[in-house]
């Protein structure tokens, strides 16, 4: 199995509040991304980064914010937590965003805004 | 941006019948990966199939990167297939997902 842990892996925040969730991987891929995943959506990402400090936007980065400071860590934050952000964010890496790369999921993080 | 589209949305089987899924994409894409999401909602890799055939077990993918099209066959079905099954493309840096197909397998 891939090397990737989601912390905290459920979390229940009030509204307004911040929340940062991490994911940590060993494989040393340069490519990490952030999901959620909503009943009826699939999963759709958020963030991702190709590199230490790159980051770019993907179709639902409103109201999160990401960074990167070491190849292993991958940060999600939610500098205001709303109700419409509750949902499960899973983490994934791939070794590079190019062909014959394969993406591989951490365990997902339950959040609930209330 | 490209569009995934699956199909079809929910199946129920009866333990031991056969089933192909469908997973549609709307542009040339770099590649295609096939996840079963289990009932605790972790997402296991299927196959990665950017074209042609590969086998695994009871199941199969097909991928006709041409067409825009791949398939996922799943044979003498049994309770633990059940979950939702995704197919996600490489568009860009960026893997961009169906909104999947739910399995239900009973016994």
């Known amino acids: 199995d891939a090397g990737i842990t989601q912390s905290p892996r459920h979390k229940v925040t009030e509204t307004g509040t911040p929340v940062t969730l991490r994911c940590h991987q060993t494989?040393?891929?340069?490519?990490m991304y952030w999901y959620r995943q909503d009943p009826g959506h699939g999963l759709r990402l958020i963030h991702y980064?190709?590199?230490?400090?790159?980051?770019d936007k993907g179709e639902v980065s409103d109201g999160y914010s990401v960074s990167r400071s070491k190849t292993e860590d991958f940060l999600l934050t939610l500098e205001s937590a709303t109700s419409s952000q509750t949902s499960v964010y899973f983490c994934?890496?791939?070794?590079?965003?190019?062909?014959?790369?394969?993406?591989?999921f951490g365990q997902g993080t339950r959040l609930t805004v209330v | 941006g490209i569009q995934v589209e699956q199909s079809p949305p929910d199946l129920i089987l009866q333990e031991g019948a056969n089933s192909t899924l469908r997973c549609n994409f709307s542009?040339?894409?770099?590649?295609l990966q096939w996840f079963h999401q289990n009932p605790w909602g972790q997402l296991i890799n299927l196959f990665y199939?950017?074209?042609g055939t590969k086998q695994n077990g009871r199941l199969s993918a097909t991928t006709v990167a041409t067409e825009r099209y791949s398939l996922l066959y799943i044979s003498s079905s049994q309770t633990t297939d059940s979950g939702v099954y995704f197919c996600?493309?490489?568009?860009?840096?960026?893997?961009?997902f169906g909104a999947g197909t739910i399995l239900r397998v009973k016994s």
């Open positions: 994934a890496i791939s070794e590079s965003g190019t062909t014959n790369t394969e993406a591989f």
């Open positions: 494989e040393n891929h340069r490519y």
């Open positions: 980064s190709y590199g230490v400090k790159d980051t």
């Open positions: 542009d040339s894409v770099n590649n």
């Open positions: 199939i950017p074209s």
């Open positions: 996600a493309v490489e568009y860009g840096n960026k893997l961009v």
